[in-house]
């Protein structure tokens, strides 16, 4: 059977054409990524954006017939708007439907940047400017500063993917600041994760991006070493002693 080291089932929102593209560039041998999409969410009002914690009980649903290792809520703006109360309960609710543990894009964002000792990051997202004022918020309640955010400024979901990544590297170098100690790209539909490297050798601190994040944690909860070597520094530290791979071998091949 695929996925006899692992099984990830994704959830994205149902315009995201980025995500599950990136997931499947970073998943290794023996790792498998099943995809149900969540109702909603083209313009990312602050309705829509509450309307797909609904949506995406029977996204779970559909994805918990795979038998998942863990469970990808792959939107950014969709887990933090109101807060980290709420994007916890979207972790229980999911993980109670699916019967597998979940992370989130906004939880695994707070939680690479404070594994990394992180406490002033600037940001770039292509939202507008109350989502944008929500991100920095949910960073605030962990005890991490925005320095500066860059926004493409853009409420169409659908048409963040239309960035190009020379553009994304571009205006992180614009906004970088000496102050930050590192850089998120937030929005899993931004195409981050192929400038992520050339990012962190030319700005020598650590660039991370909403979709390689949210691998980083899916990696982590399912004890998997993917062996990327080239997606950034956050998934090569999967390869530390003793961060992942203790549950390696857990499936048998069928």
């Not at 994205?12 to 995809?35: D, K, L, Y």
């Not at 005890?143 to 659908?158: H, K, P, R, S």
């Not at 790209?185 to 390689?212: F, H, I, M, N």
């Amino acid at each position: 059977m695929y996925g006899w080291r692992g099984r990830i089932g994704l959830l994205v929102p149902s315009i995201n054409t980025t995500m599950e593209t990136e997931f499947w560039r970073i998943a290794p041998e023996g790792v498998s990524v099943h995809t149900a999409r969540i109702a909603g969410g083209r313009h990312g009002t602050p309705e829509e954006l509450r309307g797909m914690e609904s949506a995406s009980r029977q996204a779970a649903a559909e994805v918990a017939m795979v038998e998942p290792d863990v469970v990808v809520y792959g939107c950014t703006s969709g887990s933090f708007f109101e807060g980290p109360d709420w994007n916890g309960r979207i972790c229980e609710a999911l993980t109670a439907i699916a019967k597998a543990p979940t992370v989130t894009t906004a939880g695994a964002m707070a939680e690479c940047l404070l594994a990394g000792g992180v406490k002033r990051v600037d940001v770039l997202t292509p939202y507008v400017e109350v989502t944008n004022e929500r991100l920095r918020q949910f960073l605030r309640t962990f005890g991490i500063e925005v320095a500066t955010l860059g926004t493409f400024d853009m409420l169409d979901m659908f048409d963040h993917a239309k960035i190009e990544p020379g553009e994304i590297y571009r205006k992180v170098k614009e906004i970088a600041t000496p102050k930050s100690e590192a850089v998120f790209v937030a929005c899993t539909q931004l195409r981050a994760l192929e400038v992520l490297d050339s990012l962190e050798r030319d700005l020598g601190k650590p660039v991370y991006s909403a979709v390689q994040a949210s691998a980083w944690a899916g990696y982590r909860a399912m004890g998997v070493d993917p062996r990327v070597a080239n997606c950034g520094s956050l998934l090569r530290k999967l390869s530390d002693p003793g961060v992942a791979g203790s549950r390696e071998g857990h499936r048998k091949s069928a």
